[in-house]
């Protein structure tokens, strides 16, 4: 009966993600925290798991079409991986009340990006060349996402893409399809740390991971029927909430 | 290379889901061999990230672009070194 609990929570949070253009984590590590009585860490691992699943299918039809620069992708991986292992490894030692306070301000500030979302200005056309500018800014950037990945179990994306356009000027779907060819990578660097430590529990990811699987497909098929834009400010809001809780759960020394 | 990466991503990622998936009917049905399934469907998922590194790697170096593949080698082997970390605890 928890196993379908659990499968149904990864299919929401798989299509809110989904629908709202966010990985799973944001949503998956607040709930089984303070739905399913999870330690922080615990859930960070599902967490973890989750996102290799979830960025790993994204990424295979990215590739597919080529719309990942794969060469930007490797070398960014360095920097993505290395941050990762450190943000894990701190992870173990730093104390979770901390923890939590990252991981709500990454929630509030992504609900602050996605209040504000704008619909897209005009893009370059697909496959219009581009030159890679300011790699230093683009792998010192990888290496803070991937630690925070490490930290809290999210993507990092909400820090790579903005990079990678702004910074490094790749178009912008192209940045967001090279930030999910190195999710899964970094994700997975972090993971054999938490597991290694064991925190990762395989009874709970499971049913996690087939249901935010599901559920990114889902969320892919209603995005074009569902007026997606008008619960961005319904779903800022949850995740405000979700960060509140985690604040409130620090305040009350809740692991 | 771009085929081949994909179809690395595609064959892990669906192997894992699927053993997740069948380790989710085990759990609600309460067969014993759930947790068995579990660890596999995990372990099926880690192991994707590694092998479509090793594919790009060998992609980029069939191309004569060293760099990339042993960027991609380097990232590959901290993988490895991390998997073999966690197996052994």
Redesign the interface.
């Known amino acids: 009966m928890t196993a379908l609990l659990l499968a149904a929570v990864g299919l929401g949070a798989g299509t809110l993600g989904a629908l709202m253009g966010i990985g799973g984590g944001i949503i998956v590590v607040p709930i089984l925290t303070a739905g399913f009585g999870l330690p922080f860490r615990h859930a960070v691992a599902v967490s973890l798991v989750v996102i290799i699943a979830s960025s790993s299918s994204a990424a295979a039809s990215y590739v597919d079409r080529k719309l990942s620069d794969m060469r930007v992708g490797v070398v960014l991986e360095l920097a993505t991986v290395a941050g990762a292992m450190l943000g894990s490894a701190v992870a173990g030692l730093a104390p979770v009340g901390l923890l939590k306070a990252l991981f709500a301000a990454v929630a509030v500030y992504s609900a602050l990006v996605m209040w504000r979302r704008r619909p897209a200005g005009p893009q370059a056309p697909e496959g219009a060349p581009y030159t890679v500018r300011r790699w230093g800014t683009g792998l010192g950037a990888s290496a803070v996402a991937g630690a925070i990945s490490g930290l809290i179990g999210v993507g990092g994306g909400f820090i790579k893409v903005p990079v990678m356009t702004l910074a490094m000027e790749l178009p912008f779907k192209v940045a967001v399809a090279t930030s999910n060819f190195m999710i899964g990578v970094t994700a997975a660097a972090s993971a054999y740390v938490y597991y290694a430590r064991g925190d990762l529990e395989v009874a709970v990811a499971a049913p996690v991971v087939v249901g935010v699987f599901a559920g990114a497909r889902l969320g892919a098929t209603l995005l074009g029927r569902i007026p997606a834009a008008r619960l961005q400010a319904a779903f800022s809001a949850l995740l405000v909430l979700l960060g509140g809780r985690m604040v409130w759960d620090v305040l009350r020394g809740l692991p | 290379?771009?085929?081949s990466?994909?179809?690395a991503?595609?064959a892990?990622?669906l192997t894992?889901?699927g053993?997740?998936?069948a380790?989710?009917l085990a759990?609600?049905l309460d067969v014993e061999a759930?947790?068995h399934?579990?660890?596999l469907?995990?372990i099926a998922?880690?192991v994707?990230?590694?092998l479509?590194?090793a594919v790009?790697a060998g992609g980029?170096f069939a191309v004569g672009?060293r760099r990339?593949g042993a960027?991609?080698s380097?990232?590959l082997l901290?993988?490895l070194a991390?998997?073999v970390?966690?197996a052994l605890?």
Do not use: Q
């Open positions: 290379m771009n085929r990466v994909s179809l991503l595609w892990g990622t894992g889901v053993l997740c998936g380790a989710t759990y609600a759930a947790s399934l579990a660890r469907g995990v998922l880690f994707t990230p590694p479509r590194l790009a980029f672009e990339f960027a991609s380097v990232v901290a993988l991390a998997a970390h966690a605890r």
